[in-house]
């Protein structure tokens, strides 16, 4: 079964730091480009960060960027979101997904179930 679980979310206050993780799982992880997106309450989900399947080029959001890290473990099958200086605008639910670098207009894109983050004091 494809799937990918997130973990490390939390509440956490302004200027504090989280890891995020995503571990995934029944797919070749390694053909696979890997981003995170989030969505905070009554907005749309918007995209975060992105990383190549080999990890070699990273992007990020212009809100996120100096703040926030995107890697990948291919080994491990688990890509991670570093976040430091979070803010309270970060507050969102953050959500793993995966696009094959090859057939990702074919093959449909996985999502994991979201990790909740809270940045309050």
């Known amino acids: 079964q494809v799937q990918l679980v997130e973990s490390g979310g939390g509440l956490v206050q302004p200027g504090g730091s989280l890891k995020l993780s995503c571990l995934a799982s029944?797919?070749?992880?390694?053909?696979?480009?890997m981003s995170w997106h989030r969505q905070a309450p009554g907005k749309e989900r918007e995209w975060v960060a992105a990383?190549?399947?080999?990890?070699?080029?990273?992007n990020y959001a212009d809100s996120v960027k100096g703040r926030f890290t995107i890697s990948r473990d291919n080994a491990r099958r688990s890509v991670y979101l570093q976040m430091n200086s979070l803010k309270p605008e970060d507050t969102a639910v953050y959500y793993c997904n995966a696009k094959h670098r090859v057939y990702g207009g074919i093959l449909p894109e996985i999502w994991g179930q979201g990790t909740p983050v809270t940045v309050s004091p």
């Open positions: 990383i190549e399947s080999d990890g070699g080029s990273t």
């Open positions: 029944g797919l070749d992880f390694s053909m696979y480009t």
